[in-house]
């Protein structure tokens, strides 16, 4: 009877371990949605995949195909990309940095086959000079009108982290 009381012991601290060690080390129940880069005929890359609080971030919009498409400025840094940072607690992309009606908006042509750079400065609600951490996109709406609004597709960049 002893002996049988002392494997249900050593099972039960086995178990029980088994247990603990899963749950401690499980990361999140389910990726990110949208921390993909989306491929077409315009796409956005950044320079890095990590960046400090203080650091600028480097940014490419291309356009791989043949046809001219046309996008509105007025986004982040009053550029043509719109940043935006991932919420864990709403599971949503909220967007950051608008131009604030700086500058009137103005259409702008991506041209066929162009590479264009950005450079985003840090800049937060909390601090004009330094990011908040966390992760983050950029995004870039466009279109092949002229009005650079009307049947706007949206290309994203992967997503990418900004460490204090």
Excluded at 90 to 106: H, Y
């Amino acid at each position: 009877m002893a002996a049988r009381l002392r494997w249900r012991g050593w099972l039960l601290l086995i178990a029980t371990t088994l247990l603990v060690s899963a749950c401690s080390s499980a990361g999140p129940s389910h990726p990110i949605s949208g921390a993909t880069a989306t491929a077409g005929a315009v796409t956005v890359t950044t320079n890095a995949s990590t960046y400090s609080i203080n650091d600028a971030i480097g940014v490419i919009v291309t356009n791989n195909s043949k046809s001219d498409f046309y996008t509105q400025n007025g986004k982040s840094g009053c550029a043509i990309v719109q940043l935006e940072q991932y919420s864990a607690t709403t599971g949503q992309w909220t967007r950051l940095d608008g131009c604030n009606g700086a500058a009137p908006t103005q259409t702008l042509v991506i041209s066929a086959g162009s590479s264009v750079p950005f450079t985003l400065a840090p800049t937060s609600s909390a601090d004009q000079n330094a990011w908040q951490p966390g992760t983050y996109r950029l995004s870039i709406s466009y279109t092949t009108q002229s009005d650079g609004i009307s049947g706007s597709e949206v290309a994203h960049s992967a997503s990418f982290k900004v460490k204090g």
